[in-house]
C-alpha cells in the first residue's frame, strides 16, 4: 500500500502559477501510475494528469499546454506545476496512485488517495 499527502494549493489570481506536491510513502513509489484530479463544488471528480511508471504524461484537454505533471522518483514525490490558472480551474485536487489502474477516467479504479489540497483562482 502506499500513502499519499498533497501540499502547494493556495489562492491566486487568473494568470498565475501553482505547484502542487505529492508525497508518497509506503510501497515502492516506481510501481504505482500517478495521477492528479480535481473535483470542484457539485461537479463530477476529473482526471487532470496521469505520469504511467515509465514517466509517460497523459493530460485532460482543459490542461494542455497549461498544466505539467513530473516526479522525483529519489524523493517519492510527484507534482503539478499550474500556470496560466483560470478561475474555472478552482477545485481540490487529489493525488492518486493504483498499480494497476493508469487512466484520466474512471477515478473509482484508483486504490489510493491523498486528503486533497484547495486550489482558487479569482477572476
Known amino acids: 500500500q502506499v500513502q499519499l499527502v498533497e501540499s502547494g494549493g493556495g489562492s491566486v489570481q487568473a494568470g498565475g502559477s501553482l505547484r502542487l506536491s505529492c508525497v508518497a510513502s509506503g510501497d515502492t513509489y516506481t510501481n504505482y501510475c500517478m495521477s492528479w484530479f480535481r473535483q470542484a463544488p457539485g461537479k463530477e471528480r476529473e482526471g487532470v494528469a496521469i505520469?504511467?511508471?515509465?514517466?509517460?504524461?497523459s493530460y485532460a484537454d482543459s490542461v494542455k499546454g497549461r498544466f505539467t505533471i513530473s516526479e522525483d522518483n529519489a524523493k517519492n514525490t510527484l507534482y503539478l506545476q499550474m500556470n496560466s490558472l483560470r478561475p474555472e480551474d478552482t477545485a481540490m485536487y487529489y493525488c492518486?496512485?493504483?498499480?494497476?489502474?493508469?487512466?484520466?477516467?474512471?477515478?473509482?479504479?484508483?486504490?489510493?488517495w491523498g486528503q486533497g489540497t484547495q486550489v482558487t483562482v479569482s477572476p
Open positions: 505520469i504511467t511508471t515509465r514517466g509517460r504524461a
Open positions: 492518486a496512485a493504483d498499480d494497476w489502474w493508469c487512466g484520466l477516467d474512471q477515478y473509482t479504479r484508483y486504490n489510493f
